[in-house]
């Protein structure tokens, strides 16, 4: 399996303009996590589904951003607009449901809003 | 509410073994789990441990669990430079809780 897969890499935009990430879990899993890491907060939960629904959204920031799981294969993260205190690595992770503590990460989106 | 700590960095000489601790709040967590993040990468699960367990090893690394006073440690065997990494100790409730990361420098 090619693992937990996130585009783009790396995110540059301007402050106000929308920003979209995005994730496609490892094939199976049915549990999948949001993360912003930063060195001031460290890893934070943003929001994660279980089987598509969304299941806790407390960690979401503000009204800015909003996440979707439109199928089992495909995760979005919409920033909109973005604001320069949004700039962090945002990290999509996998696991199975009943297993939440053994999740897989992708490579992270490293976003810089200037 | 649920809360890990960390200490946020240790330096250990290469060779010499390495500990990095952990404590936790809830009880009930089943099982405790240490991640390691590489340079400009995801957390990777390196090993966990049940919560009826005291010690599990893994060929370098050994996770000690003391239930009674919620500390949880990973020691790390002859450390090698590529031991270089952040370390995430996490417990499970409805959902993973991660500490800060401690963050390990190897001295040469």
């Known amino acids: 399996d090619a693992g937990v897969i996130q585009s783009p890499r790396h995110e540059v935009t301007e402050m106000g303009q929308e920003v979209t990430l995005r994730c496609k879990p490892i094939?199976?899993?049915?549990?999948l996590f949001w993360y912003r890491q930063t060195m001031m907060r460290g890893l934070e939960l943003l929001i994660y589904f279980n089987n598509n629904v969304p299941i806790d959204d407390s960690g979401m920031p503000e009204d800015r951003f909003s996440a979707k799981m439109p199928n089992a294969s495909f995760s979005t993260l919409k920033i909109q607009p973005s604001e320069p205190r949004d700039s962090a690595v945002y990290f999509c992770?996998?696991?199975?449901?009943?297993?939440?503590?053994?999740?897989?990460f992708g490579p992270g989106t490293r976003l810089t809003v200037t | 509410g649920e809360d890990v700590e960390q200490s946020l960095f240790l330096s250990v000489r290469e060779g010499d073994s390495s500990v990095i601790n952990c404590t936790y709040t809830d009880s009930s967590s089943t099982y405790l789990y240490w991640y390691k993040q590489e340079p400009g990468a995801g957390l990777q699960l390196l090993t966990y441990?049940?919560?009826?367990?005291d010690m599990k090893q893994d060929q370098r690394l050994t996770v000690l669990l003391n239930k009674k006073d919620k500390h949880l440690s990973l020691r790390i065997a002859d450390t090698q430079t590529g031991d270089s990494a952040i370390y995430f100790c996490?417990?499970?409730?409805?959902?993973?809780?991660f500490g800060k990361g401690t963050r390990l420098h190897i001295l040469p």
């Open positions: 992770a996998s696991s199975l449901k009943d297993r939440a503590g053994e999740q897989y």
């Open positions: 441990i049940f919560s009826n367990m």
């Open positions: 996490a417990e499970t409730d409805d959902k993973i809780i």
């Open positions: 094939s199976g899993h049915n549990s």
